[in-house]
């Protein structure tokens, strides 16, 4: 990787003037990252360059914190979004299973190769819904006791429903 | 005729379908020409009977449960809103044996309201603690709650009336109050469920926290998978500072404190303090090494009181109702209430607030109703992906910080899983190893470099490849990683590991086939 932004110049000066919006408290380089992901889906090679310099810190810095999170992305993500926790509560209430048919149904494996289709099945380690599992979060919408027909039905809302 | 029905908006309740039942009841009742106000409330906790409605009548409040859209017409056609019997209805809830029979304190309010409502939170006794607090000299605020027995509740169950101290008399002028709310564990949803079903109580802790300790800020660290308990903060917060008990003045106590909502990335040692405070500084969240205390040298290097949220919320009540009636709750040095959390393959699970000393045979069995599936419990692991996986032999155990200690348990944050006889130990133990590595820091060698040995070894134990050496192996590995590890993370993941070889050897002695090896 070379210092220079790969990506288009008016993404990273998009990026900049996000930068530019927040306040004092929140020009720290997690909230930054997040920031630029909230509003352009993920953090490309260009925008560590333009947080590094907004901040006057290194790229191995930024790069440092952005490996770190397993919430930030450098790809962008898929429209459709799936997180199946993999959690104890949730292994108790079946979610083994779950795992198998989701894999077979969709063709994909969890929490490999994510953002490359249209839909993206992650692990997430438990989403506080321990006594309704197995659960899922689609598109940031939790499901719960989910068998994999309400899985398949949460999706095709997802598909549908705007984020 | 106007009816007021209850509807949870709690995520939980949300994720087995309460939006489209509360629409449904609009629908329907418009379309009869009945007046409904649906209130969108916390969740009572009977998470089991979600989406649990519930009919103001002149009697008290009438529950329906777990109540589907398509169950609503019929419900209406036998007098749902008169509170009328149904196959589904549980009479008045005050009265549900399940819930009568908690002793709720820091829950006493989530559910009986709509979350963001002030004037309700007033009326059921809301911010009494904060002006008992700021009438006194905020020494005695402390003393307070040295007094009450308070401990932490994320887990370490260190005094929290010596913290506070501490941090009163910490020298600067910027101080911080830090709430964790990156309950991480899974088992675990109490934090999610205040912060949802009643954030003024949280708020008010802090509030209360932070004028006792001289902090001017206070920061809410919400893990990013709880995206409703972020908006609803946010929401508590902006109507605080409105009513003017959270800004410069506090209540007119001439103080100044104001709480900032910080979401995380998804990382689960960011729920160990220092990792925390590493995160709210926008860093990498890697643990510090201790000393110094965060209560000294915390956020930015300055004194920082770190609690949890359920410990933070429990304050509230004990300036309110007096350090002496919290006291009065619990056995020996476990003072006060743990909100349980009945979770996994459970029959009736949900928030069970009860003071400490409920045997957890009476959790899982009384309260918990067995198992989902029906068949037997086989293990219960309390108290997180880092706690102990007990055997039903082990289920006398008197829930205590203490008592749990002894019995090579903890309590944790008080998550209560169960697991029925499908369950294989071994594959349990290796998902210990694995979540350690998947999640570990990387700051110290035993927890960054033995959980990913000790899915390894797990993994020749039981594909037979020298079984018995490989389980001493197992063993030493476990004892490296609880002596010299940074933190809890690498320190306790064996606890679960070596509970499962303990109680449960027999499934790591299986061959591929599932039979037990020769």
Redesign the interface.
């Known amino acids: 990787m070379t210092g220079k932004a790969t990506s288009g110049r008016p993404a990273v000066t998009a990026e900049a003037t996000l930068l530019e919006a927040l306040p004092p408290?929140e020009r720290?380089?997690?909230?930054?990252?997040?920031h630029i992901q909230r509003a352009i889906g993920h953090i490309s090679d260009g925008a560590v360059n333009v947080v590094a310099e907004f901040l006057n810190v290194s790229r191995a810095e930024v790069i440092?914190?952005l490996t770190?999170?397993?919430?930030?992305r450098r790809t962008p993500p898929s429209a459709v979004v799936v997180?199946v926790?993999v959690?104890?509560?949730?292994?108790?209430?079946?979610v083994r299973l779950l795992i198998e048919q989701i894999e077979h149904d969709f063709g994909v494996r969890l929490g490999a190769g994510t953002g490359s289709g249209p839909i993206e099945f992650i692990k997430?380690?438990?989403?506080?819904?321990?006594?309704?599992?197995p659960?899922v979060?689609v598109n940031?919408r939790?499901?719960?006791?989910c068998d994999i027909s309400r899985v398949r039905a949460a999706v095709v809302e997802a598909q549908v429903v705007p984020r | 005729m106007s009816v007021r029905v209850y509807v949870p908006g709690d995520s939980a309740a949300c994720s087995v379908g309460a939006d489209d039942v509360a629409v449904r009841i609009v629908e329907l009742a418009t379309a009869g020409g009945v007046t409904v106000e649906v209130i969108r409330n916390g969740s009572r906790g009977m998470l089991w009977l979600e989406p649990f409605v519930e009919v103001q009548t002149a009697a008290g409040r009438v529950g329906y449960g777990p109540v589907a859209p398509g169950d609503v017409a019929e419900l209406i056609e036998a007098g749902l809103f008169d509170g009328r019997p149904h196959a589904l209805g549980h009479g008045l809830v005050e009265e549900i044996p399940w819930l009568a029979r908690q002793q709720r304190v820091s829950f006493a309010r989530v559910g009986l309201a709509d979350p963001l409502d002030l004037d309700e939170y007033r009326r059921l006794g809301g911010l009494v603690g904060l002006g008992r607090a700021l009438a006194k000299p905020a020494a005695e605020v402390a003393d307070d709650v040295l007094a009450s027995g308070l401990r932490g509740r994320g887990g370490a169950g260190f005094p929290a009336g010596i913290k506070w101290r501490t941090v009163q008399e910490a020298p600067g002028e910027v101080k911080y109050v830090c709430c964790n709310a990156d309950e991480g564990d899974s088992g675990t949803f109490a934090d999610r469920m205040l912060m949802e079903g009643d954030p003024f109580t949280l708020l008010e802790g802090m509030a209360i926290a932070g004028t006792a300790v001289g902090a001017s800020i206070g920061l809410i660290y919400v893990r990013s998978e709880y995206p409703a308990a972020i908006r609803t903060l946010r929401t508590a917060v902006d109507i605080a500072r409105i009513d003017g008990w959270l800004g410069d003045d506090v209540l007119g106590s001439g103080l100044a404190f104001d709480v900032r909502i910080v979401e995380g990335a998804g990382s689960y040692v960011c729920g160990e303090e220092t990792a925390m405070l590493e995160s709210l500084e926008g860093k990498r969240g890697m643990v510090r090494p201790k000393p110094p205390i965060p209560a000294l040298q915390g956020l930015f290097g300055k004194p920082t009181l770190v609690h949890n949220v359920l410990t933070l919320s429990a304050v509230p009540q004990i300036l309110a109702n007096g350090p002496a009636a919290y006291q009065a709750l619990g056995v020996d040095r476990s003072r006060g209430t743990q909100v349980f959390q009945l979770a996994g393959n459970i029959a009736r699970g949900g928030i069970v607030e009860l003071a400490f000393g409920v045997s957890l045979r009476e959790l899982v069995e009384d309260f918990g109703g067995g198992t989902y599936s029906g068949r037997g419990v086989r293990a219960v692991q309390v108290g997180g992906p880092l706690g102990a996986y007990l055997p039903d032999s082990a289920l006398d155990v008197s829930m205590d910080y203490e008592a749990l200690l002894a019995a090579n348990s903890m309590l944790g944050h008080g998550g209560v899983v169960v697991f029925d006889d499908t369950v294989d130990m071994a594959a349990q133990a290796r998902f210990a190893m694995e979540f350690c590595a998947v999640e570990s820091c990387g700051k110290c060698t035993p927890c960054r470099i033995g959980s990913t040995r000790g899915v390894e070894v797990i993994d020749k134990i039981t594909a037979g490849i020298d079984p018995e050496r490989n389980l001493v192996l197992l063993e030493e590995l476990c004892e490296t990683m609880t002596d010299g590890s940074l933190c809890a993370m690498g320190g306790l993941t064996p606890l679960p590991v070596r509970s499962a070889v303990a109680h449960f050897g027999e499934d790591f002695h299986r061959s591929a086939n599932g039979r037990p090896r020769q």
């Open positions: 408290e720290l380089i997690l909230p930054c990252l997040q440092g914190v770190y999170y397993h919430d930030l997180g926790c959690a104890e509560a949730c292994q108790a209430s079946g997430a380690y438990c989403l506080g819904n321990c006594a309704l599992g659960a979060m940031g939790l499901v719960g006791r």
